[in-house]
Every structure is written in C-alpha cells, then in structure tokens.
C-alpha cells in the first residue's frame, strides 16, 4: 500500500527534496523483482544454492564462530 500516491509526491517533492528522490524510486514498490542467474549459471557453470539451504549454512556458520568466539 502507499501512504502518498505517486503524482501527490511529485507536487510535495518540488519543495521536499527527499519526497522527489521517493517519487524517482517509487516504481521498486509497486511492481515484482524477477532475477534471472541463467547468464551466470551458463557462463560459471555453478550450482544454484536454494535458498532455504543458504540460510541453514549461513546460520550454522555464524553459530559455529560464536561457539569458538567464546
């Protein structure tokens, strides 16, 4: 949701600066991000890593440098 339309911040952004900077950037709220590592993935022929299983290894790490941290 928008707490502000966008052609409201363009009126207010002629005398706030940051709320025309937010007008500029305003299309990132309002539409999906869709990544594509095809490129990547032809060029390095590397394995994608799910998600779900970065976060398990990123978690388990910082677990393990806490651990010998102390």
């Known amino acids: 949701y928008r707490i502000l339309p ?3 911040m363009g009126v207010i952004g002629v005398f706030v600066p ?5 007008k500029e ?7 999906d991000y869709f ?3 095809g490129k990547f993935d032809r060029q390095f022929k590397l394995p994608a890593t799910p998600a779900k299983e970065a976060v398990r290894q990123t978690v388990a ?4 440098e ?3 941290a102390e």
């Open 6 to 8: 966008v052609w409201l």
């Open 18 to 22: 940051i709320v025309r900077e937010l």
């Open 25 to 31: 950037m305003a299309y990132q709220y309002d539409r």
């Open 66 to 68: 806490a651990a010998t």
């Open 61 to 64: 790490h910082l677990q393990q």
């Open 35 to 37: 990544f594509d590592s």
